[in-house]
């Protein structure tokens, strides 16, 4: 989150979204009452175009979403020629607005400590011979990946004691989603995840983080 201008005594930030770790915290710190600022489209008055504009809108509801946050209110602000009313803003990366509240303590805080803060993104691979559970973890929560079953029905592998299949499977998955994180935790109970190590391309071997856990799952 880059805070581009700031001004505490006149309850005023512009904010440009860098992440959606960044929407994360702006959905504890927007609140109702606010008003908000920002480049948007709006339907001209005459309803036949829309038309490129900056509105303010005083805050009423927040939707947020993994990539996004809607904030509807009432146009408090805009051009001559667009229709007023209410509007939805979609706050996503890379857009920037502007913010007027009246800031706590806490929530100013929130936001300088969010700006310092560097985003981060972790593939968690859970394996236990057979079974294999994929996580991305960011500072926003959890989000389920895929799920590697060697025993799912309908599903056969050629080698059915030594899982090769599985374990290449397995394997193929962690090494084209290794450039989207910045780790890769391997974690899970006894030696598979050993084995899928040392099948990995060397290059991740300074992503790659070891643990050992008494069961797999979430």
Known sequence: MKLLKKNREENFVEIEVENTDDLWHLKEIIQQGDSVRMKT??????????????????????????????????????????????????????????????????????????????????????????EADFYLVEESGIKDLSKMDHNIPGKLYDDQDSGADFYQEARKYIERTAEKVDKIVLAGPGFAKDRLENMLSDSLSGKIMMQDTSVAGK
């Open 41 to 130: 489209q709006r339907t001209k008055l005459d309803g036949r175009e829309k038309k490129t504009c900056t509105l303010k809108l005083e805050v009423e509801k927040m939707e947020y979403q993994e990539d996004r946050l809607r904030v509807t209110g009432e146009i408090s602000k805009g051009a001559e020629d667009i229709e007023l009313g209410y509007h939805t803003f979609n706050i996503e990366t890379g857009k920037r607005f502007k913010l007027y509240k009246e800031f706590t303590d806490e929530e100013w805080n929130s936001l300088i400590e969010a700006e310092q803060k560097e985003p981060y993104t972790v593939l968690f691979c859970l394996v236990q011979k057979g």
